[in-house]
Structures are given as C-alpha cells and as structure tokens.
C-alpha cells in the first residue's frame, strides 16, 4: 500500500514553460516533506522541502505547496530549463508514530524540458 | 566537498554468492540508511544506523544484514543474492533521525545477479 503516490511516471514541458509535479499522500502522521531530483546514474539530491506548518515554501526557480486537507502537494519549476530534465521523487516522513523519521519516497516523476 | 561515497558503482555476482557493497561519509552524520531501489519503484528504506544502534524494517528479508565500523563507514551484505536482489542499492545519511533534515544519497551501486 502506498502512503506516499506520484500517479504522473511521465511530463513533458517547453523551455520557458511552468512545470508542475504533483504528490499525494495518504498518512495524515507525515508532517514533513521533500523534493529530490534524480539524473541517470547518480543518487538522489535533495532540492527543496516543506513543514506541514507551512503551506508553500519557495527556493528561486522552484517552489512547493502543500494542501493538508487535500493531502497533496506539488512542486512548481519556472521557468523550465533543459537542464531540469530528470525525475523527481517525492519524500515524506512523520516526527511521530511508527516508523518516524523514515523517509518514505513516491515511484518518481520523469520530466523532459524541451528546448 | 563532503559526500557520501558507495564502491563500486556496478557491481555483478553470482546467484547464492555472498556480496557486499559498501558506504562511506565525509560529512560526520549521525544516521546511516540503506534503500533498495528497483526500476520504476520509490527507494524503499531497508535499515538504518542512529550512530552504533542498528534499526531493521520490519519487512526487510534476512538475507539482507548491515554493519558500521565506525561513523563513516556503512556495508550492506547480502547472504545469498537472488535474482530478485538486482536493484539500485542507494547509500544515505543525515544528521538527525525524525526530525527537519534532509537525507543526502551516494550515487548508487547498481547489483546484477547472474
């Protein structure tokens, strides 16, 4: 059972365009969550991540918000660049309760920038 | 620059023959994690290290056993791979456990099990 879904395996966007992510998550016990993007061959970075405290959180070109009722939250890029190809996981974990700390990760967005 | 190293990078063995790949740390971490990633699956977190104190998922099969010499260092050893081991095998660490702070990932060790 997935606590933590990225149901888009695949976007495609223009340069220049807005690049929209998206996550949803079913634990209402995650209270923390994060971004990392992925190129081949490399491990996971981290890039930008939010306290459920908040509902948006901003770093230059990316920006991510957070909808507890919904139990969603996106991960906004403009604008989009060529290098911002990869795929982007989702992260969530909990301060409390079973397994806490552990980060729980979706199956990842790939995008593709095109120039 | 401070980083998390995993050697080697791909790494090819035999089926039922014991492997081990391994982790290490420049940025002093407190917390050491071992994640399985499959194609087009989410990383799934096999074990952790908080320092010296080993912490097990609960669906983590046995095969799979860890060890940490000392704070940079982390091994993953599986007893005997199956054709179901070949995965990505992703290094983390982090400074805290539980709280506000990111993990930072190695750049993987991608198993083959032949």
């Known amino acids: 059972d997935q606590q933590v879904k990225q149901n888009s395996p695949s976007l495609s966007v223009q340069e220049g365009r807005i690049s929209i992510l998206n996550c949803d998550y079913t634990?209402?016990?995650?209270?923390?969550f994060l971004w990392y993007k992925k190129y081949p061959a490399e491990g996971p970075t981290f890039l930008i991540s939010?306290?459920?405290?908040?509902d948006k959180n901003e770093d230059g070109r990316f920006t991510v918000f957070l909808n507890k009722s919904a139990k969603h939250l996106s991960l906004h890029i403009v604008p989009s660049q060529p290098g911002d190809s990869a795929v982007y996981f989702c992260?969530?974990?909990?301060?409390?309760?079973?397994?806490?700390?552990?980060?729980?990760f979706g199956k990842g967005t790939k995008l593709s920038v095109k120039p | 620059d401070a980083m998390v190293i995993q050697n080697p990078r791909y790494q090819v063995t035999q089926f039922g023959k014991p492997v081990t790949l391994s982790c290490s740390q420049t940025l002093n971490h407190n917390v050491m994690y071992w994640y399985q990633q499959k194609s087009s699956q989410a990383p799934k977190l096999l074990f952790h290290y908080y320092d010296k104190d080993f912490n097990n998922e609960a669906d983590t099969p046995d095969n799979f056993q860890s060890r940490r010499p000392n704070t940079s260092f982390c091994f993953l050893d599986i007893r005997s791979p199956g054709l179901g081991d070949a995965a990505m095998y992703l290094c983390?660490?982090?400074?805290?456990?539980?709280?506000?702070?990111?993990?930072?990932f190695g750049q993987g060790t991608r198993l083959t099990v032949v």
């Open positions: 634990n209402s016990m995650f209270d923390y």
């Open positions: 939010i306290s459920s405290i908040k």
């Open positions: 992260a969530a974990s909990a301060r409390y309760g079973g397994s806490q700390g552990n980060l729980i």
């Open positions: 983390a660490t982090s400074r805290a456990f539980g709280g506000r702070t990111e993990a930072f």
